[in-house]
């Protein structure tokens, strides 16, 4: 069962979603301010509206651990709100939110499980003990921080107060976690049925409001008619523990028996109005402006997604349909249509694939604290640099990006960067650096961490490769390309020393795994004495692809449009071949390579003739070459396709195959990766 409360389920999803944006946000303020001399104000009233909207949120879900935890944290920043001159130890106050911060997610992400809550106590005794050290009181002392020192409220029985109005007092129960929200309902139902004058504490919108109400009880000022049925409404109010008429210290006990004078007579008429606090009777607004923003679930998203997918296969399915081909009617009409019906789905498929772009951003930032944790172990001092973090890419590439992120940031600063001895004796004087950058190239996202650190030695790594059994032929054979690739192997580590961060070989190689379940790759580079580059390249959509597809030797295949230049017939005098036997063509005065797919894909009865077959220009991955196949059928969108596990023996995405789709008159069409594929070969020897 899970921590929260039944019949909190839908209201769940909603918690954990801005918790953890709140959290995320009390992270990014924490990571900026804690070197600096002193934290703004503007910064210590986030944080102490931050943690007053988790307490009051998970009080809501009856998260009381959560809630109470919170809870200490706003009270040390009320104390640093209420006095900026007081002194405390600003390492040890941010290692306290730091850890705050954390049990917080931790809790967060065990919401569902079948567990108890998680006790809080000796944190919540460590933050209360540093706010009386702060306070110069005792260290035991755990008392309330709010701002009033009395039991009372100043200015609650004035002596010109009118005759007519009456004072009455609501205490709430201690189990009563939100009680300035309890009072302003408690006060829109006395709005019906009298007129509330004034309320201590008087903004109950205030951060401190609920505390106030706890400490001193809430006082509702008003007229009536019906004393009565007022304190009877308040005596019913939810997590109402007393509720009873309030009267002045000095009155005498029968005063309360006074008769009470008929209420139309007071206030008079003529007299100006005394302006009402904003809480007292809630008000329409002037103007009311329509809500911009909603939230969604990202299910809903993702099926929206698939919708667009499977309408966009229909589509291709009707349009080229081997029916309309045999049926001897005009069809300029459903031609004209079905064009118009494309240009609706382009759209549709735009707007939903909008809707779910975020900024890359929401990844990156969290770095920050693996990096600032880092640091206080290791003590390295990298400093974490962004670049491109503006932009956007679809919600589930971000959602894929976080853990291989954090273990190729992880490595960056356990492996790469060297200790500040040794950076200071190898003549190292620019800072260590980690940079995580982000942008587009083709139809790609290209994520890439680099560091300026001691970079990787390809004998060092073929000689531990060596060690561990991992070749598979002659040292003298493995390009740089290939040794790299061994540190993403499964049980391949280059530290000596393991550490908590990294140093068993586990993580890189599931990373590599994860990435590439996805469409994504990983390319390692890195030059020794100067640092290292980790790359990531994800297709910007998961599903939905532009492509033109060609037949070769009556096979199926579908090119990305976006790697496609131009698309050609080739005439006898542009095709070269040198004295290896490799094969070039001319275009506009440059000679680029040729590759036959019927070769590539070993398919014997295709267009052998280059004069005959139909050219495609193609450029991806800095390499570009001309590839040949039969003819060109149709350019079209198509739904991409993992393929099936049971293909997982074959080397499918090392010969350029990204995936399979379903064209639209049933037959599968083999999605290439233009990247991969032109990279099996090596242009310089014309292979």
Same mark, same amino acid.
């Given at each position: 069962?899970?921590?929260?409360?039944?019949?909190?389920? %839908?209201?769940?999803?909603? @918690?954990?979603?801005?918790?953890?944006?709140?959290?995320?946000?009390?992270?990014?303020?924490?990571?900026?301010?804690?070197?600096?001399?002193?934290?703004? &104000?503007?910064?210590?009233?986030?944080?102490?509206?931050?943690?007053?909207?988790?307490?009051?949120?998970?009080?809501?879900?009856?998260?009381?651990?959560?809630?109470?935890?919170?809870?200490?944290?706003?009270?040390?920043?009320?104390?640093?709100?209420?006095?900026?001159?007081?002194?405390?130890?600003?390492?040890?106050?941010?290692?306290?939110?730091?850890?705050?911060?954390?049990?917080?997610? =931790?809790?967060?992400?065990?919401?569902?499980?079948?567990?108890?809550?998680?006790?809080?106590?000796?944190?919540?005794?460590?933050?209360?003990?540093?706010?009386?050290?702060?306070?110069?009181?005792?260290?035991?002392?755990?008392?309330?921080?709010?701002?009033?020192?009395?039991?009372?409220?100043?200015?609650?029985?004035?002596?010109?107060?009118?005759?007519?109005?009456?004072?009455?007092?609501?205490?709430?129960?201690?189990?009563?976690?939100?009680?300035?929200?309890?009072?302003?309902?408690?006060?829109?139902?006395?709005?019906?049925?009298?007129?509330?004058?004034?309320? @201590?504490?008087?903004?109950?919108?205030?951060?401190?409001?609920?505390?106030?109400?706890?400490? +001193?009880?809430?006082?509702?000022?008003?007229?009536? *008619? *019906?004393?009565?049925?007022?304190?009877?409404?308040?005596?019913?109010?939810?997590?109402?523990?007393?509720?009873?008429?309030?009267?002045?210290?000095?009155?005498?006990?029968?005063?309360? +028996?006074?008769?009470?004078?008929?209420?139309?007579?007071?206030?008079?008429?003529?007299?100006?109005?005394?302006?009402?606090?904003? %809480?007292?009777?809630?008000?329409?607004?002037?103007? +009311?402006?329509?809500?911009?923003?909603? &939230?969604?679930?990202?299910?809903?998203?993702?099926?929206?997604?698939?919708?667009?997918?499977?309408?966009?296969?229909?589509?291709?399915?009707?349009?080229?349909?081997?029916?309309?081909? +045999?049926?001897?009617?005009?069809?300029?009409?459903?031609?004209?249509? =079905?064009?118009?019906?494309?240009?609706?789905?382009?759209?549709?498929?735009?707007?939903?694939?909008?809707?779910?772009?975020?900024?890359?951003?929401?990844?990156?930032?969290?770095?920050?604290?693996?990096?600032?944790?880092?640091?206080?172990?290791?003590?390295?001092?990298?400093?974490?640099?962004?670049?491109?973090?503006?932009?956007?890419?679809?919600?589930?590439?971000?959602?894929?990006?976080?853990?291989?992120?954090?273990?190729?940031?992880?490595?960056?600063?356990?492996?790469?960067?060297?200790? /500040?001895?040794?950076?200071?004796?190898?003549?190292?004087?620019?800072?260590?650096?980690?940079?995580?950058?982000?942008?587009?190239? =083709? %139809?790609?996202?290209?994520?890439?961490?680099?560091?300026?650190?001691?970079?990787?030695?390809?004998?060092?790594?073929?000689?531990?490769?060596?060690?561990?059994?991992?070749?598979?032929?002659?040292?003298?054979?493995?390009?740089?390309?290939?040794?790299?690739?061994?540190?993403?192997?499964?049980? @391949?580590?280059?530290?000596?020393?393991?550490?908590?961060?990294?140093?068993? #070989?586990? #993580?890189?190689?599931?990373?590599?795994?994860?990435?590439?379940?996805? #469409?994504?790759?990983?390319?390692?580079?890195?030059?020794?004495?100067?640092?290292?580059?980790?790359?990531?390249?994800?297709?910007? &959509?998961? =599903?939905?692809?532009?492509?033109?597809?060609?037949?070769?030797?009556?096979?199926?295949?579908?090119?990305?449009?976006?790697?496609?230049?131009?698309?050609?017939?080739?005439?006898?005098?542009?095709?070269?071949? *040198?004295?290896?036997?490799?094969?070039?063509?001319?275009?506009?005065?440059?000679?680029? /390579?040729?590759?036959?797919?019927?070769?590539?894909?070993?398919?014997? %009865?295709?267009?052998?003739?280059?004069?005959?077959?139909?050219?495609?220009?193609?450029?991806? #991955?800095?390499?570009?070459?001309?590839?040949?196949?039969?003819?060109?059928?149709?350019?079209?969108?198509?739904?991409?396709?993992? @393929?099936?596990?049971?293909?997982?023996?074959?080397?499918?995405?090392?010969?350029?195959?990204?995936?399979?789709?379903?064209?639209? *008159?049933?037959?599968?069409?083999?999605?290439?990766?233009?990247?991969?594929?032109?990279?099996?070969?090596?242009?310089?020897?014309?292979?």
């Amino acid at each position: 069962m899970p921590k929260f409360e039944s019949g909190m389920e %839908n209201m769940a999803d909603m @918690f954990v979603f801005e918790t953890g944006d709140l959290l995320e946000k009390l992270d990014e303020i924490l990571m900026r301010t804690e070197q600096e001399d002193s934290i703004s &104000s503007d910064d210590i009233n986030e944080i102490f509206r931050t943690m007053h909207t988790i307490k009051g949120s998970a009080a809501m879900m009856s998260m009381h651990n959560m809630s109470t935890l919170a809870h200490s944290v706003e009270d040390l920043f009320y104390i640093i709100r209420e006095d900026p001159t007081v002194k405390y130890d600003k390492p040890a106050l941010y290692e306290l939110l730091f850890s705050a911060s954390d049990n917080l997610k =931790s809790e967060l992400d065990s919401l569902y499980d079948d567990a108890p809550l998680t006790d809080f106590s000796e944190l919540e005794n460590k933050i209360h003990a540093f706010a009386a050290t702060m306070k110069g009181q005792p260290a035991t002392d755990s008392s309330d921080t709010s701002s009033a020192d009395t039991n009372t409220y100043e200015g609650l029985f004035p002596d010109d107060e009118k005759e007519g109005v009456l004072t009455y007092k609501v205490t709430y129960s201690e189990s009563c976690a939100m009680p300035d929200m309890r009072a302003l309902v408690l006060l829109r139902a006395l709005g019906k049925m009298c007129e509330v004058i004034k309320t @201590f504490p008087e903004d109950l919108d205030a951060d401190n409001a609920g505390d106030e109400i706890s400490k +001193k009880g809430l006082y509702i000022k008003l007229i009536t *008619d *019906d004393p009565n049925g007022v304190l009877d409404l308040m005596k019913n109010a939810v997590n109402v523990d007393k509720a009873e008429q309030a009267k002045k210290p000095e009155q005498p006990a029968n005063a309360a +028996k006074k008769p009470q004078p008929a209420q139309k007579s007071a206030p008079e008429k003529s007299a100006p109005k005394p302006a009402q606090p904003a %809480n007292a009777v809630p008000k329409k607004p002037a103007e +009311k402006h329509e809500q911009s923003m909603i &939230s969604v679930k990202l299910d809903k998203l993702n099926r929206l997604l698939d919708l667009v997918a499977e309408i966009v296969i229909t589509e291709g399915s009707v349009i080229s349909s081997p029916d309309l081909k +045999k049926a001897e009617i005009n069809l300029d009409r459903f031609n004209k249509s =079905s064009r118009e019906l494309k240009k609706l789905t382009d759209e549709l498929q735009d707007v939903v694939m909008s809707i779910r772009m975020v900024p890359v951003s929401t990844a990156f930032q969290k770095m920050n604290r693996v990096v600032r944790d880092m640091n206080q172990k290791l003590k390295k001092n990298v400093t974490l640099v962004f670049e491109g973090q503006e932009t956007e890419v679809d919600k589930s590439i971000v959602d894929i990006l976080n853990d291989p992120l954090m273990h190729i940031v992880r490595n960056a600063v356990d492996h790469g960067i060297e200790d /500040p001895e040794v950076r200071a004796k190898a003549g190292k004087t620019e800072p260590a650096t980690v940079t995580l950058s982000a942008g587009y190239d =083709s %139809n790609e996202v290209v994520i890439s961490c680099r560091d300026n650190g001691a970079g990787m030695d390809t004998a060092k790594l073929m000689a531990k490769a060596k060690k561990n059994g991992m070749l598979t032929k002659p040292e003298n054979e493995y390009t740089d390309k290939e040794i790299f690739n061994f540190v993403v192997a499964a049980g @391949f580590s280059t530290n000596d020393k393991i550490t908590e961060y990294s140093g068993r #070989g586990v #993580g890189m190689d599931v990373v590599k795994k994860n990435l590439e379940k996805v #469409g994504g790759k990983l390319y390692v580079d890195s030059k020794f004495g100067e640092g290292s580059v980790f790359t990531i390249r994800i297709p910007l &959509s998961l =599903s939905i692809l532009d492509v033109l597809s060609v037949d070769v030797g009556g096979e199926n295949f579908s090119l990305p449009v976006s790697a496609v230049s131009e698309a050609f017939s080739c005439k006898a005098e542009s095709f070269i071949t *040198d004295p290896e036997g490799n094969e070039f063509i001319m275009l506009r005065e440059k000679c680029l /390579p040729l590759i036959r797919m019927s070769d590539h894909f070993d398919i014997p %009865n295709a267009e052998k003739d280059v004069t005959k077959g139909i050219m495609l220009c193609c450029k991806d #991955g800095g390499k570009e070459a001309v590839l040949m196949a039969d003819r060109i059928t149709v350019d079209q969108q198509v739904v991409v396709k993992p @393929f099936s596990p049971l293909l997982d023996a074959y080397p499918l995405k090392e010969s350029g195959m990204a995936g399979c789709s379903v064209l639209g *008159d049933g037959s599968i069409t083999i999605i290439l990766d233009m990247k991969e594929f032109l990279g099996n070969y090596d242009f310089r020897k014309g292979e």
